[in-house]
């Protein structure tokens, strides 16, 4: 069977489980079942069918029985658990992989083999604990006795079945096993569960919630969520998984650090972006050319980046304590002193290392004291045998743990003099950042809890991505991560402070459609503010929906009728919604309240351009160019305005200004224009050729501008049966 169509149907069943269409998922499991040869599965399906026609039939007769939601619910996690073992029978036999290779490498053996395999390799462990000390789990035969086990764990479900105690819950008790390797355990369990649910295992990622070690327990609260979010549509079914996420902020993490590990895990979507930032610096831009009136005229752009209405400045921002952004150098600062991952494009290059070929070492947290480490920097002089430096390169959270250990391995193959430079660089750095985080650490003690979970993150990041077999595993990051539309994130903060911190975050990054659902969900939770309303009408603003943005402006504006930033926002609605009218009606409100305010003339000039009232369109323009006499781009309206109105001199005089100016063909086709109607009709000709010649332009764009302006030519005197004349004058100039 193909495993591309085993995927399919995979999605295709769980898609129907979750719409409780139990009938179709049963009845596309049928011959699926069937082929997995099992007869524990087959009569699984069986008597699930029948037990579902049971439960039918009884309702449909009008029976009642009061555990009936119950029973249903529990047929209903029947059904997945079946769909589930069907799915993994079926890919471990067709599935390709890293995950479904370790399935078939163990499953020739006998489940109570590879579960004394699993026990003896602990009891191995145990013996080289004795002999060599907790502090050197090192060794070569140590280590395959470390992979062994992370390989059982990632692929044997039923290790975390056993009755005797779980030998797997034991592995994260007490002190024998040391705690690196206990993280690395952890990420063994999260990748079991992100490609096979298994009850069991969940409850154990919860469990280590309470684990005294805060590296284990940041590394299963980061597993545990993205868990939680790909099998959310069932989690509601589980009564005990229920409970525990309603106590997850009150007993096992706080409620700081729960909203932190979900932004830091949907902050990843930004990654890629970040990284090609980091590689070209400057991003580039794109013109777009629209053939109407206000982009002919750059209406929009006649006043620069500087004074143009975004977001409002009056609005908190939920980030105060980071510094401002000033340039781009404090732009990366506060980018990662947010936890954002600058460096994947600077160490992805570096994993080519024998070391990464091991999967479970891209899990290794880079502790101090570190053997491995040690090995690696064995022939190395000072600074690189300096404890401080390993010590501070251990404790930063700068770097993620995969990226610490590239950089070493890297170490001993530059020259000599760049190793000292490096050396020296690095204890000067880790110097003023351990001074830094000290600070940090007194004002909020969760922030080494915060740091542990983002550099596991981006160490989970850097597998799925990264690593050379990584097309053997489902990429969590490939989501889309909309946690704030899960189940499980309702149950676990019922009220809309966690909404609101999330869509802040998505807002100060420009994502709106998601920060919009956020402030909706809040919004359903809590009367919305002033401010809310206005961040929700912003965010449909930005995504074109202006009826929905103008209804919410208007509700803004009941609270204070008299901001002006909101005033400009509903008339900004208006002329989308190509009201002109009702939008010079709060431009006007908003010029009662700050009389000289630049962009706020302009658009009223705007207005009346739109509706045709050239005359007072024009000494607006005027009171533009008096306020702002560098900008030049204010005069193509003023063209416009004045050869509407047959001011041909002002016209023609602002037209010669532009054209010394980087002019447009636009101003070429208006000189044209203001030249014809003059009765110069050869001078008209050749400034139209010019225009036509321009880059960007053409014979086609030059008829459609013509067509526009026919209204404005014709009224000036210009015959209109000369216009096609002129036309084919054009073209057999054009030839020539």
Sequence with gaps: MDYLVIRK??????????????????????DLVRETHNSEIIDSHYNLEMTYKSLLKYTVEGFTDPERQKIYNHLVTDIYKLADDTFLSLNTRFGQGV?????????????????????????????????????QPYGDELNQEFLKLFELL???????????????????????????????????????????????????????????HQEIKQRALAGLLLVLYKYDS???????????????????????????????????????????????????EVARIHPNLRN???????????????????????????????NKLEEFSKLQMEGSDLFLSTFRMLKHFPFFSRMDNWFLPFSYPNPIVADILKNESAPF???????????????????????????????????????????????????????????????????????????????????PKKDGFEDPFSWSLDFYNKWFVQTIFKDGDFYLKLGEYLFNKDRYPEALECYNAASDMAKPTMQILQKQ??????????????DLYLKADLFNDKQVWNLKKIALCYRHLNNPEKALEYYQKAEKVKPDDLHNQLSIGHCLLELKDFEQALKYYFK?????????????????????????????????????????????????????????????????????????????????????????????????????IMIDQLRYYLQS
């Design 9 to 30: 149907n995979q999605q295709k069943v769980n898609g129907l489980i979750n719409e409780k269409r139990l009938k179709e998922a049963l009845d596309l499991l049928s």
């Design 99 to 135: 995950f479904y290779d370790l399935r078939r490498k163990y499953k020739d053996n006998p489940e109570s083999i590879y579960i004394n395999t699993f026990n003896n390799a602990i009891d191995e462990l145990d013996k080289y604990s004795l002999m060599e000390g907790d502090d």
């Design 154 to 212: 990632l692929s044997r479900e039923e290790l975390y079945a056993l009755k005797d105690e779980s030998a797997v819950a034991n592995l994260f008790k007490g002190e024998k096993m040391p705690w690196p390797r206990q993280c690395i355990f952890v990420s063994a369990i999260t990748i079991h569960l992100l490609m096979h649910f298994n009850y069991s295992a969940l409850q154990l990622l919860f469990d280590l919630l309470k684990h005294p």
């Design 234 to 284: 069932r989690l509601s079914l589980y009564g005990e998984i229920t409970e525990r996420l309603a106590q997850m902020k009150e007993s096992d993490v706080t409620e700081t650090i729960l909203q932190t590990a979900v932004i830091q895990i949907m902050r990843t979507r930004e990654t890629e972006k970040l990284a090609r930032k980091l590689t070209d610096e400057i991003l580039p």
């Design 296 to 326: 002919r005229l750059d209406l929009d752009n006649i006043i620069g980046d500087k004074f143009k209405e975004g977001k409002n400045p009056d609005w908190e921002d939920i980030f105060s304590d980071s510094p401002e952004l000033m």
């Design 385 to 467: 045998q300096n404890p401080d430096l390993l010590k501070g390169m251990a404790e930063s959270g700068i770097l993620c743990n995969s990226d610490k250990f590239s950089l070493i391995l890297s170490i001993p193959q530059m020259p000599s003099a760049q190793k000292g430079m490096m050396g020296q660089m690095f204890m000067a750095e880790i110097g003023a950042i351990r001074e830094i985080e000290k600070s940090d650490q007194l004002i909020g003690p969760e922030k080494q809890a915060l740091s542990i979970s983002n550099q596991y993150i981006q160490d989970l990041y850097r597998f799925f991505r990264v690593y």
């Design 537 to 550: 009408a912003f965010c449909h603003q930005q995504n074109a929906q202006y009826k929905q943005a103008l």
């Design 624 to 724: 533009v160019e008096y306020l702002a006499p560098d900008n030049k781009k204010v005069w193509r309206p003023i063209v416009w305005c004045a050869l509407a109105l047959g001011k041909f001199d002002q016209a023609g005089k602002y037209c010669d200004k532009l054209l010394q100016n980087q002019p447009s063909y636009h101003d070429y086709i208006n000189m044209g224009h203001v030249k014809w109607c003059e009765k110069n009709r050869e001078e008209a000709l050749q400034w139209y050729q010019k225009g036509i010649k321009q880059p960007g332009f053409s014979m086609k764009e030059f008829l459609d501008t013509l067509q526009n302006d026919k209204e404005i030519l014709t009224k000036h005197g210009v015959d209109e049966t000369d216009i096609p």
